[in-house]
């Protein structure tokens, strides 16, 4: 016996959590799903993990282990694989459990076995140490000092099995292999792999028929021990053994050169996750195995040859996918940066793009700041910490460049659809307008992140405000002209009311101020840019299409209401669908049942049916004139013209249309009327003076643009 006493002090610490454990350690679970899933977690967490499994090449093992070695990741998660023929700088082993799958059954390790894996950690002149992870209970405290003292029971018994083999019949090979121990404290060793290949294989009649010579039979029992590297226990390894010992005992007496290569050949790729390349890895092995019979192939050295490779490039390939997939570089880098210093540098590019210690980290759009895939962990907080402090500095610079910045760089992207209110600077968005106080003076909530603070926050949505009454002014500054127009009296008056409705009025609720109107103020009015038609007063200029969809915009804010894509540039008519009366006189349109038409539409089909009636004591019919300007259908137009109050009679050429009724003129109803008309010539001078303005229109506030 020779011993090897150890040169450090071994310590159990207890339990830890994953995410809580030293750099330098190594994580030990029992299957390959809980090595998988501590590895994600580790990855995630601190930035990657080796993996070594007893599944994987010794290439690829190999390969992990020097990425651990080299200080690539901190971290190693594998399974008892790593007990032995592996030397590396551990100082922690953390067991994720103490139980595994010996190929039968479930069974608790031996101390002697978890001693072996915990002592991993350290080695040489380093003291190391050993505990779990929080999934797995506290070691018994006699299992902990046995494993700190290196004191284990002894072994009282050794497996052992019959060498000497008869190979002069298969009765007599199955005996030679089933004798008992010869000694006491040996004890025959369960039926391996090879004994139990042996016995499928003899199931088969072809076969029987061929192991009769002793030369046929040690021939059966050296394709029974090439090994089954995928350990899958399934009929695959054993047909293929049959399909062995087959071709050797055929004529040519050697594996067929062309199967050889249908079998070698279909292995020869890379694509695939981990699963498919660990499993061609195995198959490449045993066949690996099998060219190392020289006597089993032609051309053995070529074969070995073609092989190695063939593993060697599986090998890379799950070595790179293990990698992309269990470590996150970036996260890695930063941890290595970590232990350098504990600020990290941090810097917002141009674009927007943040950068961690050359890491994109999130990208800064305006004043809003969006994580990209932040690790978690000391890592990520750190990430974060670094990150803030470059926003800090870069936020106060976007600050002072918004507030001098010109009312060009600012825009309103939209007045409809998801972007509807969003105001940008620069190109990015900054604000979004919302419901306020006044429907001409939207509130103004700002698009910002935690980083932003109050006083910021206040001093963007100051300047935002700013610029939207500017922007207004510039949209309406036809409105905003007739306001300032040298005009008096009930012009005055009017001028008012167009302001409370933003631009346009049904003519019938403006009746009172234009029956008060002369002659020099209708002239003073039309150079204004009013428009005084049969249905309608309004401003051309706020019937075109921008100010329109303002106009509707802001009605539909007002009215807490989904803003709506205003009507295409163009259309003189389109269907009403759900929408209010209220909104269509906002954007310009009338509406008339399912039919809406522009205002501007509405005067032109008025002056034409005014003009069909000249000559025509029984009404006329709908021209198509009328249709050419609407761009309606008969039953629509008929529609419209009993909107404007054309009354309809039926004809044998259809029906024709005949002039609104006029009220009856008899004696008392001209001095009602006469008296009527006296008072509301009074109403509108005291309203034209006083500029009185229905403060439950939404557009009341429109007083403030157009002035006294």
Not at 90 to 105: E, L, N
Not at 638 to 652: D, I, N
Request: aromatic letters at 6%; proline letters at 6%.
């Amino acid at each position: 016996f020779v011993t090897r006493p150890r040169m450090s002090v071994l310590r159990y610490s207890g339990v830890k959590k994953v995410t809580r454990l030293p750099p330098r350690s190594a994580v030990v679970a029992f299957s390959a799903a809980q090595v998988y899933a501590l590895a994600e977690l580790v990855r995630r967490q601190r930035g990657g993990a080796a993996v070594v499994l007893g599944a994987l090449s010794p290439r690829t093992r190999n390969a992990q282990v020097a990425m651990y070695q080299a200080g690539e990741v901190d971290y190693l998660v594998a399974t008892d694989a790593i007990g032995m023929g592996l030397n590396m700088d551990i100082d922690h082993v953390a067991f994720a459990g103490t139980d595994k799958f010996d190929g039968r059954r479930m069974r608790a390790l031996a101390p002697a076995e978890l001693a072996q894996i915990a002592g991993r950690a350290g080695r040489a002149m380093n003291d190391g140490t050993f505990g779990t992870t929080a999934d797995q209970r506290e070691l018994d405290p006699d299992l902990v000092e046995a494993i700190e003292s290196h004191r284990f029971d002894q072994l009282r018994n050794i497996y052992w099995r019959n060498s000497d083999l008869d190979f002069s019949s298969v009765h007599a090979l199955k005996q030679t292999l089933a004798r008992p121990a010869p000694a006491p404290g040996l004890i025959r060793a369960r039926r391996a792999e090879d004994e139990q290949a042996l016995i499928q294989l003899l199931d088969d009649a072809a076969v029987r028929d061929r192991a009769t010579a002793p030369e046929r039979l040690r021939l059966l029992w050296e394709v029974c021990r090439v090994p089954d590297f995928q350990k899958v226990m399934t009929d695959a390894h054993a047909q293929l053994l049959t399909t062995l010992y087959l071709h050797l005992t055929g004529s040519a007496g050697r594996l067929p050169t062309d199967w050889l290569a249908g079998q070698v050949g279909r292995l020869d790729r890379t694509e695939g996750d981990i699963d498919a390349l660990t499993q061609r890895i195995a198959q490449i092995r045993t066949w690996t195995y099998v060219s190392h019979h020289a006597d089993w192939l032609a051309e053995a050295g070529h074969w070995q040859n073609r092989t190695r490779a063939i593993e060697d490039k599986l090998s890379d390939a799950l070595h790179d996918r293990l990698t992309q997939r269990f470590v996150d570089k970036s996260t890695a880098h930063l941890m290595k940066k970590l232990k350098e210093t504990p600020e990290l540098l941090a810097a917002v590019t141009g674009a927007g793009d943040v950068i961690v210690e050359g890491q994109v980290v999130g990208h800064l759009k305006g004043f809003r700041y969006d994580p990209a895939g932040l690790p978690e962990g000391p890592a990520g907080r750190a990430v974060a910490a670094a990150a803030g402090r470059a926003l800090r500095g870069e936020i106060k610079r976007r600050l002072r460049r918004l507030e001098s910045a010109a009312d060009d760089a600012f825009a309103l992207v939209d007045v409809s659809g998801p972007d509807a209110g969003i105001v940008t600077w620069a190109g990015a968005p900054v604000a979004r307008l919302v419901k306020g106080d006044d429907p001409m003076r939207p509130a103004v909530r700002v698009l910002t992140s935690d980083q932003v603070e109050p006083p910021a926050r206040r001093r963007i949505a100051g300047r935002i405000t700013a610029w939207f009454a500017a922007h207004l002014d510039e949209v309406f500054r036809d409105l905003r002209a007739l306001g300032q127009a040298s005009l008096a009296g009930a012009a005055k008056g009017l001028v008012f009311r167009l302001g409370e409705t933003a631009g346009s009025l049904p003519r019938r609720q403006a009746d009172e101020q234009l029956a008060l109107l002369d002659k020099a103020q209708r002239r003073a009015l039309k150079a204004a840019g009013v428009k005084i038609g049969r249905q309608t007063v309004f401003l051309p200029a706020l019937v075109k299409p921008r100010p329109a969809a303002l106009r509707g915009f802001l009605w539909c804010l007002w009215q807490d209401r989904k803003p709506v894509p205003p009507p295409a540039p163009g259309r003189v008519s389109l269907p009403a669908g759900r929408l209010p009366a209220a909104y269509w006189e906002q954007v310009g349109y009338r509406r008339f049942g399912g039919l809406v038409l522009r205002i501007d539409m509405v005067e032109r089909v008025a002056t034409q049916a005014w003009r069909l009636l000249q000559g025509q004591p029984d009404g006329f019919v709908i021209a198509p004139e009328l249709l050419s300007l609407a761009g309606c259908g008969v039953d629509e137009m008929t529609k419209v013209l009993e909107g404007l109050g054309f009354r309809a009679m039926s004809a044998e050429d259809g029906p024709r249309f005949r002039p609104p009724k006029r009220p009856a003129q008899g004696k008392k109803s001209a001095v009602r009327g006469s008296s009527k008309t006296a008072r509301n010539k009074q109403g509108a001078k005291k309203a034209a003076s006083s500029g009185a303005v229905d403060p439950n229109s939404p557009f009341a506030k429109l007083k403030d643009m157009v002035g006294a």
